[in-house]
């Protein structure tokens, strides 16, 4: 998109806010922009994640087809452990996801003019991954599923 799209959605904010009767700032079009501009990196993040992931669980794929019956235990092993790892491309479209989802009510809220509201801990606790130091380890939810069987 480029220039084009960032100039079009700078006249959008402005038409949207005329439109709404915001007071619109320089400095408010200015963050709207930027905040429009950084999700579109986002998806960009995303869709290259989602490609590379899918190029290398092809490829995982091919060479277990190629592997002889000597070497296959040692190849599906090593296989098996590159495919588990490209569950990174989930995560990366968990976590993209919600940072868009936030960003999106930020931009609502800039045109709206509201004060934002108060993040709902119990809403976010939930929604998707958790960053490595502020939640619980994998073996803390295994070990919780394995109770509530």
Avoid: W, Y
Wanted: net charge negative.
């Amino acid at each position: 998109m480029g220039q084009v799209g960032g100039t079009r959605a700078k006249h959008q904010v402005r038409r949207r806010a005329k439109i709404e009767g915001v007071h619109n700032t320089p400095s408010v079009a200015a963050e709207i922009t930027m905040l429009l501009n950084t999700l579109r990196e986002l998806a960009a993040i995303r869709a290259t994640a989602e490609d590379a992931a899918a190029r290398i669980l092809d490829s995982a794929e091919g060479l277990l087809a190629l592997a002889n019956k000597e070497e296959a235990e040692e190849i599906q092993e090593a296989i098996m452990t590159i495919m588990a790892a490209c569950g990174f491309h989930d995560l990366v479209g968990q976590r993209v996801t919600k940072i868009s989802k936030t960003l999106d009510r930020v931009i609502a809220t800039r045109l709206s003019g509201e004060e934002p509201p108060e993040a709902d801990k119990s809403e976010t606790a939930i929604d998707g991954p958790t960053l490595p130091e502020a939640g619980a380890n994998q073996a803390e939810i295994d070990a919780l599923f394995r109770d509530k069987n």
